[in-house]
């Protein structure tokens, strides 16, 4: 005995018809960035951090070129010093306590590599950078989310 379709017959274009799924960085990068200076003292950073709820921002130099990175652990150094040598948090700037070597991925690179980037390096947040210049920022939580608007067919 055969068995009947009752879906009739398909188009060839419906069979080659291809889901694509926005799956690079800069489809899911924060673009309106909040950006630090090396010259700026670490408690305008810590204010900006807590009136805004992040936890960590780039650092651009005058030309807007990335310098660095700061965060909230970079901002836990100067609280443990001002602790040690029983000072108030003094007003010493973004540079002194900055990640200075900061690893960066480029913009059309796949979410699904940025998340290896994630895996393999204790980072929470990357800059994206498009012809060495910053274009936006990714965190571990925009790559969740990410995965997250993709259908199990997409993944590639």
């Known amino acids: 005995m055969a068995i009947k379709s009752f879906q009739g017959v398909r188009s060839k274009e ?27 003292s670490i408690l305008e950073v810590m204010e900006t951090f807590a009136k805004f709820h992040i936890s960590g921002g780039p650092v651009v130099d005058n030309s807007g070129f990335l310098v660095g990175i700061i965060s909230e652990a970079d901002c836990m150094k100067q609280i443990s010093e001002s602790r040690y040598f029983n000072q108030p948090i003094l007003d010493k700037s ?5 990640t200075k070597n900061v690893e960066t991925i ?40 990410a995965a997250l608007k993709l259908t199990a067919h997409s993944w590639k």
């Open 14 to 40: 419906e069979s080659k018809k291809k889901y694509n799924a926005p799956i690079l960085v800069e489809d899911y990068m924060t673009k309106k960035l909040i950006t630090f200076s090396p010259d700026q």
């Open 94 to 98: 973004v540079e002194r306590f900055m």
């Open 106 to 145: 480029p913009h059309d690179m796949s979410i699904f590599d940025a998340a290896g980037v994630f895996d393999r390096h204790n980072r929470r947040r990357l800059p994206v950078m498009k012809n060495d210049i910053l274009v936006g920022q990714i965190s571990r939580k925009d790559i969740v989310i």
